[in-house]
C-alpha cells in the first residue's frame, strides 16, 4: 500500500542533485573563486523597496526579509547614519546597497551571505574570522522537500525557516556550532556542522505514541508508558474552529468510548457524557477534573484548553477513587510559555437555521376535516359545523391575520446569528511565565427569549522563585446571562400541541393570537405566546482558584501541594406576564391575561474548598526505572438554595420584592453539606523501557456513610509489555512495525453520588392537637440505612497499542468488562411500615462489556499533507440483579434482570386491519376465544367465553396486535421486549483532512447505532383531540373507507386510545449518520506574515450539523423527546496571532 503513494522527485530536486555531483568538482578550485562565486549570487539577489527617512536598521531588516542575506554589524557603526529614502522595484541587492551607504562614511564586505558593515576605509568591525553562512534543504523520508521546518542554532537563539522549497541559510560562529530542525510531527533532529557549508537534513516522521506526554491523575506520564485506558484529545486543533461554546458538545466522535448526547440543545445547555456505557442506575456522568480539581464543564471555555484525558479504565481512574466509578475526565488549561510575549485573536461568528421540523397539518379547512372524519370513526358527533367549515373554505387565500393556516413553527423558529471572541495573550521569561485569556459568546437563540451570553477571564501564572521552588495562581472567573423563556421550553414544546392552525401566532403591532374559528377550543394558543409568559433575569457568577507550590528539593524529589476555592452564585428574578390573547377576527380579546402578578427571587450559592498534596520520588537503577507517589485531599461542598416569593407585584416592570405588596413566602434549605478525605498512592515500575508495572490504591472517607462504612479502598493494578522492544522483533521493526504494546489492568473503583443524608432518618414538619391546642412538631418519614454503603465497580481491560508504516498508521484495541455492585436502588416497603418509607438500599448490578478501536493514518504525497482517522466502541449492557423476578417499569422502559437498561416493553403489532379478510379473522378469534374459567355453567356449549380483545374490539383501520403468549387474549399479557436499551449499542467516527501550501481542509462524520425509544405523543399520534396539532404524515398515510393504496398508519380516531397503546410501532430507530463538520481553511504565508509583523492568520468556513440521515421521526435523534433541537451552523472565523 505503501507504494501506492510514492511519487517522483520534484524537477527542483533533481535539478539539486546534479548540483551537488559538480561540487566535487569544484573542491580542486580556489577559495577566491569560491568566495568570489558565493558574492555574486548573493549581491545578485532582487528586492523592491519603497521607505521614506527610514533608518539604515530599518532597511536592512526590509531586505533581510526579502532575500537569503544578513547584516552584521554595531549599534555605534550606526550611530551618526542618516535616514534613507528609497524606491526601487525588483533591483538587485548590490545596486541597493550603494544607494543605502551613499554619503554615510560607510562601506560593506561580504562573507558569505552576510554583509558586515564596516566604516569607511576602515576594517571590518566585530568580525569572526569562523562566521559563515551554512546553507542546505531538509526534506522528509521520501525526499519531499518541507517548508516552514525551524532551524535553530542552539543556545544562541539563532533562528531561520526553510522556504517553500525546503531551503534554508543560517549564520554560525564557530565551527563546533549545533543546528536544530524542528517542525509539527517530524522528530527533531541536531546536526553539528563541523566544516560544512552545506547541511542538508531528512527528517523522520515522529510517534505520537513514543512522544506524546499524556496527562494523567496526579502527574504526566509518556504515552509508551502507559499501561491503562487513556484516550488524549488535542482539543485546541478544533476548539478554536469549531461553533461550540460547552466542551461537552466539542467532544463529539473524538475518543473511543466516549458517548457524547445533547439531551437539550438550547443555548448555554451541556451535552450529557458516557464512558463504557451506563453502569449505574443513578448519576452515570464521569468525573470533571480541571486542572487538579473537580469542576463543571460548561464554566470552562473552549479556547483555555491545552489537553483533555479520558481514563476509562480502573488501572488509569483508580487514583480518583470512589468518584472515578463512570471514568474521569481531565482537563488541563493552557499556561504562559518562556519566550517573547503574544496575542492571539481566535473568533467567528456563526449563522444558525432550525434542521429537522416534523410535518405538520397546516391548512385550517384540512384540519377541520381531519377532527370530523376522527369523530366520525368515533361514533361521536362532529367537532365542526360543515357551515363553519365552508366558511373557511370560501376564504381560502385571504388576510391570513383573519384566516390563518398556520404551521406551530411559524413564528417560533428564526434564524440568527451568533458570535465568538477570544484573546488570549501568553508569554514571559525564565522566572515568570503568565497566559490571560477573555472570552465572550452571546447567542441570542433560535426561539425568542431563550438567549444566553456569557463573559470569561482566565489568568494562569507561575513564577520559578528559585531553582527549587515554583509557586503559581490559576484563576478563572465566569459572567453568564440567560433569557428567562429558557425557563419555558419544556412546557411551551408540551403546549405547542395547542397551536392549531386557525392560531395566528402573533399580530404585527405585538398583539398574540388565539384561535379564529368560532367554534374552537379557546385554549388554542402559540407556543410564542408561551415562551414569553415569564420575564426576569437569570445570572451566573463562578470563581474557580487554584493556588499551588512546587518544591525540588533534591533530584528525583518532587513534592506539590495546592489549595482551591470555588463559588458558584446563580440569582434568578422570575415575572409573569399579562399578555392577553385575541381573535382578530372580531378583533375582541379571547382569553385575558389576567394572571395575578408576582415577583420572585432565587439565590443558589455553591462554596468547594480543596487542599491536596503529593509528592513523587523517582530513581533509575541500571535497567529499572521507579517512581512513588503518595498524597492525600481534603474537601467540604457547601450548597444553599434561598427563594423568596412576594405576591401583589403593582407592574411587571418592576422586578423588587417592594415593588409588590401581597404576602411574602420564603423557603430556604441547606441543599447540601458534605466532606471527603482521601489518601492514595501509585507506584510505576519499567524494566529496560520493556516490561512495565502500575499499581494504584486509595482511601477514601466520605461523610454521606455512618462511621461503620465509611470508609472505601480502591485498588488496581496494571501492566505493559513492549513487544516491539524484544530481541525478536529486531527484523520487523527495520521493516515496518516501529512499537507494538500490550496493556492489561484490572481494579476497583467507586461511587459515592448518593443523597447527603440517605444514610440516616428523614423527619417532617406536623401540627397535631395536643390539649386542644395546635402544637408544631416533627414525624418519621423514612427509616435511616445504617448499611448505606459504596456503589463499588470492578474493570478488567486488555488493551494494544501499535504504530506502523514509519508511525503513518498509529492505533489502539481495547477489550474490557465493567461490573457494577451495591447499586442503589429504591425497595418496596412492607405494610406494617405504614406511611414510612425505606432508604435506597445496596442492592442491583449492571454489566458492561465492549470493544473499542482507534485508528489514524497521517502522510504526504508531494506537497499534499492529509490525515484520515477514525474511532469505533462496540457496548453491551445488562443488568444483572435488580428485584429477582420483579422489574421497575417507566412507561414503556423496563429495568428488569437480564435486560438492558430501559429496555422497551410493549405490545407488539401484527398489521393494519385493511381487508374483509382482516375482519373476519377478528370475527372467528372472538367466536373462538377461550372459556371463562370462572363460569360455574356445566355444558359447553353454554359457557362463557373470555373477552378476546379487551382494548376493545379492532375494525377495519385498527391495529391487530399479536396474541403474544398464545392464551386466546390480547392484553398486556403479551407485551414484549423490544431494543437494546437507551443507549448505543455502538458509536463510530471518521475523520479526515488534508492541507496544501496555506489551504486546509478537514470533516468529521459520527453515528449510533442499535438504540431505540417509544415516540410516541400528541405531535405523532393518529388518535386526535379538540385543539390539537395533527402530523401531516399521519395524515397521508392513515386508513379510511375507499383508500385504494395500502395504509401505513391506523385510521384516526378521537380521544380513543385503542390505537395508541404502547406497541413496537411507535418504538422509533434512533440510529443516525451525520456529517458534523465540513471546514475549509486559508493560512497566510509566512512572507506575507513577516510583513504583517503576525506570526499566523488564517481564515475559515465551517459547516457544522448540516446533514442527518436517520429514519427517526422526532426533531432529533441526538435529543430526547419534544426540545430544542441541535441547530444547523454555518460559520465563518479567523485565527490571527501577533
Known sequence: MYENFRVSAPAFWQRYLKQLMMLKLMLLMSLVFAFSANANHALAQRAS?????????????????????????????????????????????????????????????LNGNTVIVKKENNSPVLVNIQQRTITGIVTDEKGTSIPGVNIEVKGTGKRAVTNSDGKYSISIDKDNAVLVFSY?????????????????????????????????????????????????????????????????????????????KSGNADPGGNASLLIRGQGTLNNSAPLVIIDGVEGDISRVSPQDISSVSVLKDASSAAIYGSRAANGVLLITTKQGVKGKFSISYDGYATMQSVGHLMPLVDNSVRYMELLNEAAKNSAVAPVFTEANIQKWRDNAGGDPLLWP???????????????????????????????????????????????????????????????WLKVGMNLNGTYSTKDRGSQQLEGMFINSILAVPTVVPRHPDGRYGGTNNSEENSVALSPIFYVNQVKGTNKTNTLVSRFYVNVNPMEGLNVNASYNYNLFDNKITTIPTQNDRWNFQTNTILVPGAVALYVQKQDINNVRNFMDFDASYEKTLDKLNMKLMVGGSQERYLAENLAVTKQGLIDENLTQLNGATGVATATGTLDGDWAMHSYFARLNMAWDSKYLLELNIRRDGSSRFTQANR???????????????????????????????????????????????????????????????????????????????????????????????????????????????????????????????????????????????????????????????????????????????????????????????????????????????????????IANAPFDPNDPETDPTKKRRLNAFPYGKPELGDFLFKDVNGDGIVDDNDRANVGKGSNPQFFYSFTLGANYKGFDFSAMIDGVGGIKTYFQNDYYNPVLRWSRIINQEIADGRWYPGRTTTATYPRLLLNDNRNTRSSDFWVQDMSFLKIRNIQLGYSLQSNVLSKLKASKIRFYATLENYFTFTKYKGLDPEVSGMAYPNVKQAVFGMNLTF
Open 49 to 109: 523597496l519603497n521607505v521614506t527617512q527610514k533608518s539604515l536598521k530599518e532597511v536592512f531588516r526590509l531586505l533581510k526579509e526579502q532575500t537569503d542575506v544578513d547584516f552584521l554589524f554595531t549599534e555605534s557603526q550606526l550611530k551618526n547614519a542618516h535616514p534613507v529614502s528609497i524606491s526601487v522595484k525588483q533591483k538587485g541587492l548590490k545596486e541597493i546597497l550603494a544607494l543605502c551607504f551613499e554619503g554615510q562614511g560607510l562601506s560593506y564586505v
Open 711 to 925: 470508609w472505601g479502598n480502591f485498588p488496581s493494578a496494571s501492566v505493559g509489555w513492549r513487544i516491539s522492544e524484544e530481541e525478536f522483533m529486531k527484523s520487523l521493526k527495520s521493516t515496518w512495525l516501529n512499537d507494538l504494546k500490550f496493556r492489561a489492568s484490572y481494579g476497583a473503583l467507586g461511587n459515592n453520588a448518593v443523597g447527603d443524608y440517605e444514610s440516616i432518618s428523614v423527619l417532617s414538619s406536623v401540627l397535631y392537637s395536643f390539649n386542644n391546642a395546635p402544637v408544631n412538631g416533627f414525624y418519621q418519614t423514612r427509616f435511616p440505612n445504617l448499611g448505606l454503603s459504596w456503589e463499588s465497580t470492578y474493570v478488567t481491560n486488555l488493551g494494544l497499542d501499535f504504530s506502523l508504516f514509519s508511525n503513518r498508521l498509529s492505533g489502539n484495541l481495547d477489550a474490557y468488562n465493567k461490573l457494577t455492585k451495591n447499586i442503589l436502588i429504591s425497595l418496596p416497603a412492607p405494610l406494617v411500615n405504614g406511611t414510612i418509607s425505606i432508604p435506597p438500599q445496596n442492592s442491583a448490578e449492571v454489566q458492561n462489556r465492549g470493544i473499542e478501536l482507534g485508528l489514524n493514518w497521517k502522510d504526504k504525497i508531494g506537497e499534499v499533507g492529509y490525515f484520515v482517522g477514525t474511532n469505533f466502541t462496540f457496548n453491551a449492557n445488562k443488568v444483572l440483579k435488580f428485584k429477582g423476578s420483579e422489574y421497575s417499569l417507566s412507561g414503556t422502559s423496563m429495568i428488569k434482570e437480564g435486560l438492558p437498561i430501559n429496555t422497551q416493553y410493549v405490545l407488539l403489532v401484527d398489521r393494519i386491519i385493511q381487508t374483509p379478510e382482516d375482519v373476519q379473522w377478528v370475527a372467528d378469534r
Open 405 to 467: 393556516n398556520t404551521n406551530w413553527a411559524d413564528g417560533l423558529f428564526r434564524d440568527v446569528t451568533a458570535v465568538n471572541h477570544n484573546v488570549s495573550v501568553s508569554g514571559g521569561t525564565d522566572k515568570l511565565t503568565s497566559f490571560m485569556s477573555f472570552n465572550y459568546a452571546n447567542n441570542p437563540g433560535m426561539i425568542e427569549n431563550t438567549g444566553f451570553q456569557r463573559y470569561s477571564l482566565r489568568s494562569n501564572t507561575q513564577l520559578q522563585a528559585t531553582s
Open 184 to 260: 509539527m510531527g517530524m522528530a527533531t533532529q541536531e546536526v553539528a556542522v563541523a566544516s560544512r557549508n552545506v547541511v542538508n537534513v531528512e527528517l523522520k516522521a515522529e510517534s505520537a505514541d513514543l512522544s506524546e506526554v499524556v496527562v494523567v491523575g496526579y502527574g504526566t506520564q509518556k504515552k509508551v508508558n502507559l499501561t491503562g485506558a487513556v484516550a488524549s484529545i488535542d482539543i485546541a486543533k478544533v476548539a478554536d474552529s469549531r461553533p461550540i461554546t460547552n466542551v461537552s458538545s466539542l467532544l463529539t466522535g473524538l475518543a473511543p468510548g466516549l458517548y457524547v
